[in-house]
């Protein structure tokens, strides 16, 4: 029986982009459905009736919600090609817990640099370069996260270089300048089809990002 | 070889407990070294360096942080009594309540326990839907994990002691039969697991840490 895989996501979304990458990697045909955020589709809505959010992955009729616990899924069950998650269960606790981390501070860090101004948009620069820079620690040499592998943490951070553009220019900084370690592995799973097919360009991020300060009223 | 298993931790700590918990169901022998949370050890220092929080597990030595990343790998290194089911979309249903636990539960029930007034009430109204939500998974079911506490029981372990403590302190009746009665239901079967019997610190030492934490904070809610 042929598998029926189902996202529902929307294309400014970080957090929606793992998913497409992970099942990129995997090889798995689905149908991707974009959700309009401000009039949720009532599929969305019975799919994901706790919290209303995309990512949803709908496989077989079954829904499955959370991004990172989306990609574990999908890990768990396309398990043959492409491993995301390393087999060494010390490893996979590293992986586990850097993801966590990307999830803890990255989205809400890049999110202050964009919507704030002055002061409160110096403290969230800071703020966000510093979070970078504790990731670049952990990449240490590796090519990936994962060690020679792209793996779950790189799945879960790489989605963030497409804000990249707009956290910059809202926020007149270059964050190569102070992480060029971490643009260059950015720029290396960029080189991963199923990475760059997954992503939006960066402009045109900027351009959502620019409609949405509009609506908040920040310029 | 005999296993080096230690925990960073603390016993008035839900996280803590869970690790406990955990290890106890699998039967593995470990050395708990007490944590003061307000004056950070420099072995936590060192094995935390970036949240600095417990619980931390050091496994021969090497350290994994986070409790529920630390349930995950105290599953995949001993096998035994098994913590999360084998399906996938199982295992993903028990990842995503647990993630509904710590990340929409603990901190609404801390915000309105530790709130007055309406800002109190509305607090209440959100924690009751969120348990009421978080009960419906126990729908014909002894335990989240069915007949045998598994992974989310153990994530769930607040519900089991804190969360009426908290209440308790707050001067809330929230937590009984007419309202959560599936919850209520399982509180005491959680409770009367021996493991768990053996782990969770002594109620009465909790209320009157948390009524010393309400006092304390009380004049900033004039």
């Given at each position: ?127 966000f ?60 799973c ?30 | ?7 960073l ?48 597990l ?10 529920v ?21 199982e ?85 009984n ?39 304390a ?6």
């Amino acid at each position: 029986m042929a598998d029926e895989v189902v996202v529902l996501s929307a294309w400014p979304s970080m957090i929606g982009m793992r998913v497409k990458i992970a099942l990129a990697e995997k090889g798995v045909k689905y149908e991707y459905k974009e959700e309009d955020l401000a009039n949720k589709s009532p599929l969305l809505l019975k799919m994901n009736p706790v919290h209303k959010k995309i990512p949803v992955l709908i496989h077989n009729g079954k829904p499955v919600c959370e991004s990172l616990i989306i990609v574990q899924y999908i890990d768990e069950v396309w398990k043959e090609k492409n491993p995301l998650l390393p087999s060494d269960p010390y490893e996979r606790a590293q992986a586990r817990f850097w993801a966590d981390y990307v999830d803890k501070k990255i989205y809400d860090a890049g999110r202050k640099v964009w919507s704030t101004k002055g002061e409160e948009q110096e403290v969230a620069k800071k703020e966000f370069i510093d979070c970078l820079k504790v990731l670049e620690g952990a990449l240490g040499d590796k090519p990936y996260f994962g060690g020679e592998k792209f793996g779950f943490v790189d799945v879960s951070l790489i989605p963030f270089y497409s804000w990249f553009y707009a956290y910059e220019t809202s926020g007149n900084f270059s964050i190569e300048a102070e992480c060029p370690k971490f643009v260059a592995w950015a720029n290396r799973c960029m080189e991963r089809e199923s990475v760059s097919k997954s992503l939006p360009d960066p402009h045109r991020v900027y351009d959502f990002v620019s409609r949405q300060k509009k609506k908040l009223g920040i310029e | 070889m005999a296993e080096e298993v230690k925990l960073l931790g603390f016993g008035g700590s839900p996280f803590s407990c869970r690790v406990e918990i955990a290890l106890k169901l699998k039967g593995i022998q470990y050395e708990m070294i007490p944590q003061e949370l307000a004056n950070k050890s420099p072995l936590l220092l060192e094995h935390n360096p970036v949240h600095k929080k417990i619980p931390v597990l050091l496994h021969h030595g090497k350290p994994i942080c986070e409790s529920v990343v630390i349930l995950e790998y105290v599953e995949e290194t001993w096998k035994g009594v098994p913590l999360l089911p084998e399906d996938p979309y199982e295992r993903a249903m028990a990842r995503f309540w647990a993630k509904f636990i710590d990340e929409k539960c603990l901190s609404t029930v801390w915000k309105a326990c530790f709130s007055k007034g309406e800002e109190q009430e509305k607090g209440m109204e959100e924690v009751l839907g969120l348990l009421k939500t978080l009960e419906s998974q126990l729908e014909g079911k002894k335990f989240f994990g069915g007949d045998n506490i598994g992974f989310l029981d153990i994530v769930a372990d607040f519900a089991a002691l804190w969360l009426g403590v908290l209440l308790e302190v707050a001067g809330v009746d929230l937590l009984n039969d007419s309202k959560l009665p599936l919850l209520c239901k399982w509180i005491e079967e959680f409770n009367n697991c021996p493991v768990v019997k053996e782990t969770l610190p002594p109620r009465d030492m909790l209320l009157k840490f948390f009524k010393m934490q309400q006092a304390a904070t009380g004049p900033q809610y004039k």
